[in-house]
């Protein structure tokens, strides 16, 4: 039979609680019972597995606020194993080469996007594409303390002090460059369209979690909106929300450059790529996501093309940087729906906005116009975990896509038409 594993918790659980019980019989019968409920208590607490990493169903985002206020309890450390899909779960990795050239005519227009749109013959294209603008590797600095962002070394090994302490190497969470890309069957670059950039949260592989779990890709499809997906693979499944070469001033801009020749080569027309150059943006940020979100809104030097920011439980800080584009980009929208993890620093970002004269709704019921600022808080069952797909309602980046698409007045943007500046 085997002995205790000194690594387990179900095994460190019950050495604690034989210790205690042996502990118990030494002292006076008066205090038995105390210690009996103790014990009793001990017992009772869920055990884990040996070897096994907790299920979705025990996460602690799922259970009370005091149970789960940290990002370590929402996202366990993974087994390296599962960092990774199997070859029957992954798709497999193109470059924008692989696609023959179909020159077709197109045109630069503003976004007014027009709800379901005719669909052309061909079908929809979900794949992977590795761009050097991604948010890793990155051998820059932290802007939080100007140091090194490797800043953790062993033998040839770099690796990286996250802010709760734990250290996570270069080469199993931060060497990933690969964007997932999706373009829907009815996309047309022809006609006005949108790019919609997502930043994922803590402890998230493009596969597992952006497309199979969250259902971002089929939710740009089921939008009907004119839209592609861009989502770069921020730290690898992860409790870091390390925002690597975003960071840096004009970052946000040379991935977006990058990627309007990769969807013009994607799509079948090298010469689209104009188009794409200037195409308007919505930024959607989940959890750790705020802060790419962030900082591509502060320094990414493309602040004019983006017209849309939608924080979907993410408001954990940076509260600065989004009430600065709020304030000097009301031509665009700007959403947070919010539980009760992030709901002082909402509270908070509300209170700063109307200070400065920003009206400021907080329900999603009606059409998104120009310049709304929307905070949105959703019920208690609600879980962070699950956020993506369930909100303020199911598909939350499906039906803010269909809302910007109803809006009267619609959202009208073209290249440089916004009074805001590049930042």
Request: glycine share 8%; net charge positive.
């Amino acid at each position: 039979m085997l002995g205790p594993n000194p690594k387990c918790l179900t095994c460190r659980h019950v050495h604690r609680a034989e210790r205690f019980r042996s502990r118990a019989r030494s002292v006076p019968c008066s205090s038995r019972r105390a210690i009996s409920a103790t014990f009793a208590l001990l017992l009772s607490l869920p055990l884990a597995h040996c070897g096994r990493a907790p299920s979705p169903g025990t996460l602690a985002a799922n259970a009370t606020p005091a149970q789960s206020a940290s990002f370590d309890e929402r996202f366990p450390a993974p087994q390296f194993r599962d960092r990774f899909p199997s070859s029957a779960e992954s798709f497999e990795l193109h470059r924008p080469s692989d696609f023959a050239a179909q020159p077709a005519s197109y045109q630069v227009a503003s976004l007014e996007p027009q709800g379901p749109a005719t669909r052309p013959s061909r079908e929809p294209l979900t794949t992977l594409v590795s761009m050097k603008s991604s948010a890793f590797p990155y051998y820059g600095n932290n802007p939080a303390s100007d140091a090194p962002f490797l800043n953790v070394t062993s033998g040839d090994r770099r690796g990286h002090r996250s802010f709760s302490g734990r250290v996570y190497w270069q080469d199993q969470t931060y060497n990933d460059s690969r964007v997932l890309v999706h373009v829907p069957e009815h996309f047309d670059v022809r006609k006005p369209g949108v790019i919609v950039v997502f930043f994922h949260g803590n402890g998230a592989t493009l596969e597992r979690d952006v497309r199979d779990r969250q259902l971002v890709p089929q939710q740009i499809s089921d939008s009907g909106v004119n839209a592609v997906l861009l989502a770069p693979q921020m730290a690898v499944d992860a409790a870091d929300s390390s925002a690597g070469k975003f960071w840096q001033p004009g970052g946000f801009k040379r991935f977006m450059d990058e990627a309007a020749g990769n969807l013009a080569q994607l799509t079948g027309d090298p010469a689209a790529a104009k188009a794409f150059a200037t195409m308007p943006i919505v930024i959607v940020g989940y959890s750790g996501g705020f802060l790419p979100t962030a900082w591509s809104l502060e320094v990414g030097g493309v602040t004019n093309r983006v017209r849309g920011v939608v924080l979907l439980d993410a408001v954990y800080g940076q509260l600065d940087k989004f009430a600065g584009w709020i304030e000097h980009n009301r031509s665009g929208f700007f959403i947070s729906s919010y539980t009760h993890y992030t709901a002082r620093h909402d509270q908070e970002l509300m209170t700063t906005l109307r200070d400065r004269g920003i009206a400021i709704s907080e329900d999603m019921d009606g059409p998104l116009k120009p310049g709304s600022v929307v905070f949105v808080e959703t019920p208690e069952g609600v879980t962070h975990r699950d956020y993506v797909t369930l909100a303020w309602t199911r598909n939350p980046i499906e039906d803010v896509l269909g809302k910007m698409a109803a809006a009267q007045p619609p959202i009208r943007i073209a290249a440089g038409s916004s009074r805001a500046t590049n930042r």
